[in-house]
């Protein structure tokens, strides 16, 4: 699956405390799912390991993974714990509700959940559980399907939910695919200038951010794939895009309206981008 296509979409979410000793049997989930220790202790078993959770443990089972939880005899552990899909999939048609848990190998059909492409830790200790216990709390789901009832309900659980995902990638992965969060912000609010005003010139983002040009550009070019500036005239022109098409304003002025320097700077920008003047790709 690939990163672009990635929408998170949680099913269940709940608190879940174990009996003394309890066990929950080897299964399978047909989804992803993450698990914190809130109190208590346990055993994970799974690929072919022990593993030994406390108060704080985070961990994180990909769909398919086989499974066992064990609770300590003497102090039980707590589960906050989700069950969710990297982009959604639809299983209303074949489950009664929309977390289903299996524990024959062969009950896997095809409709197990997608993997993130990425490599994830299996364990890792969070650093205040408070935190993020009131992270899981927000998005508490039953795990049924969304009806009309539910609809509106659904919306903030999964609202919610992607701030929580946001926060969990950012912990889980150690050289993170995704932008620097200085960067996210800035594009953010460089989005919004271009928007809104003339574009302020680079200096002032970098200067704001208490960096040096070099470090900017190599963290702005890591983060979006381009330089600042491309960036910038690839949005700018992309909107331009947009008039062209569907608006009767003329040339001049769409370039005067994205603060293009000129009429000519933007028809030479925009045929380098392109390929096409921009009456052309107006005429089709």
Not at 4 to 24: D, I, N
Not at 199 to 216: M, Q, T
Not at 233 to 257: C, M, P, Q, V, Y
Request: proline share 7%.
């Amino acid at each position: 699956m690939k990163l672009s296509a990635l929408h998170p979409y949680v099913y269940l979410a709940t608190r879940y405390p174990f009996a003394k000793g309890q066990s929950s049997s080897k299964r399978i989930c047909y989804m992803s799912s993450v698990y914190l220790l809130s109190e208590g202790y346990g055993v994970l078993e799974t690929g072919g390991t022990q593993v030994q959770v406390s108060p704080g443990s985070l961990v994180y089972l990909p769909p398919g993974q086989s499974h066992e939880w064990l609770a300590d005899p003497a102090e039980p552990m707590v589960h906050l714990c989700c069950y969710f899909d990297w982009g959604h999939v639809d299983r209303e048609g074949h489950f009664d509700w929309a977390c289903p848990i299996c524990y024959e190998p062969e009950q896997l059909p095809e409709w197990l959940g997608p993997q993130l492409p990425y490599p994830l830790p299996l364990q890792l200790q969070a650093g205040s559980v408070r935190v993020w216990a009131e992270r899981f709390q927000k998005f508490y789901t039953s795990g049924q399907f969304v009806n009309e009832q539910t609809f509106i309900r659904n919306l903030s659980i999964q609202r919610n939910f992607q701030e929580f995902i946001d926060f969990f990638l950012q912990q889980m992965l150690r050289d993170p695919p995704f932008p620097d969060r200085r960067i996210s912000a800035l594009l953010e609010r460089l989005e919004q200038d271009l928007l809104h005003e003339v574009p302020r010139p680079l200096e002032c983002y970098y200067r704001e951010l208490k960096l040096s040009r070099g470090h900017f550009f190599e963290l702005f070019r890591k983060s979006a794939g381009c330089s600042p500036v491309q960036y910038m005239n690839r949005f700018r022109l992309n909107r331009a895009k947009e008039d062209l098409l569907h608006t009767s304003l003329s040339i001049t002025e769409i370039a005067g309206k994205y603060h293009f320097s000129s009429v000519h700077y933007f028809s030479r920008l925009f045929h380098r981008e392109t390929g096409q003047t921009p009456r052309e790709f107006r005429s089709g």
